[in-house]
Nanobody
Framework: QVQLVESGGGSVQAGGSMRLSCVDS????????MGWFRQAPGKEREGVAV????????YYDASVKGRFTISYDNAKNTLYLVMSSLKPEDTAMYYC????????????????????WGQGTQVTVSS
């Protein structure tokens, strides 16, 4: 059974940092894309950072570029998101997502393009 398990969320003051982890277990298919998405109350789920693992490429939403860093540890089957200079507007439930097949990177920020999802981890940034 495919499982994506996030951890590392919590509360932090504005300007602080946090690292999220997502352990990918149970999949027998090499991942092509993995990403971090977030959803704030009353808002749609949005892509934050995506990694095209097959090509070693990373992509960021404009709102987090320069502040967040996505990476993947092959040995640990773990996806990370290091977040710095956090802002109150970064407050949301953060989800890890994965896809085992290739796709146009221009579609990588669409939640519907991912087949596997974690349960989410809450990130709260206070001002």
């Amino acid at each position: 059974q495919v499982q994506l398990v996030e951890s590392g969320g919590g509360s932090v003051q504005a300007g602080g940092s946090m690292r999220l982890s997502c352990v990918d277990s149970g999949s027998h298919v090499p991942r092509q894309f993995m990403g971090w998405f977030r959803q704030a109350p009353g808002k749609e789920r949005e892509g934050v950072a995506v990694m095209y693992i097959g090509a070693g490429a990373t992509y960021y939403d404009a709102s987090v570029k320069g502040r967040f860093t996505i990476s993947y540890d092959n040995a640990k089957n773990t996806l990370y998101l290091v977040m710095s200079s956090l802002k109150p507007e970064d407050t949301a439930m953060y989800y890890c997502a994965a896809r085992g097949t290739r796709m146009d990177p221009n579609l990588a920020f669409r939640p519907s393009m991912y087949t596997d999802w974690g349960q989410g981890t809450q990130v709260t940034v206070s001002s």
